[in-house]
Nanobody, 118 residues
Framework: QVQLVESGGGLVQAGGSLRLSCAAS????????MAWYRQAPGMQRELVAS???????NHADSVQGRFTISRDNAKNTVYLQMNSLKTEDTAVYSC????????????WGQGTQVTVSS
């Protein structure tokens, strides 16, 4: 059974930092394309950052230079380091794992709330 468990969310003041973790079981994060998404109330879900199985990373323009996605293969965990947080970063952040073989494998975590206060 595949599980993606996010942690690290919480309430932080603007300008502060948080590190989100996505601990995976049932899959190996090093062979999946992993990503962090977020969804604010009344808004569409948006891609925040991704890391491919090959280690290439991409970050949304809105978080470029402030957020960093990384992966620890030994811990089978993906991280999102978030610095210089802004009130507009407030959202539920979810971890996603995708793999395309004979079919598409697509898994989601339950999400973790990040609230940035002014």
């Amino acid at each position: 059974q595949v599980q993606l468990v996010e942690s690290g969310g919480g309430l932080v003041q603007a300008g502060g930092s948080l590190r989100l973790s996505c601990a995976a079981s049932g899959i190996l994060v090093r062979i999946y394309d992993m990503a962090w998404y977020r969804q604010a109330p009344g808004m569409q879900r948006e891609l925040v950052a991704s890391i491919s199985s090959g280690g290439s990373t991409n970050h949304a323009d809105s978080v470029q230079g402030r957020f960093t996605i990384s992966r620890d293969n030994a811990k089978n965990t993906v991280y999102l380091q978030m610095n210089s947080l802004k009130t507009e970063d407030t959202a539920v952040y979810s971890c996603n794992a995708q793999l395309l073989l004979n079919r598409r494998y697509d898994y989601w975590g339950q999400g973790t709330q990040v609230t940035v206060s002014s």
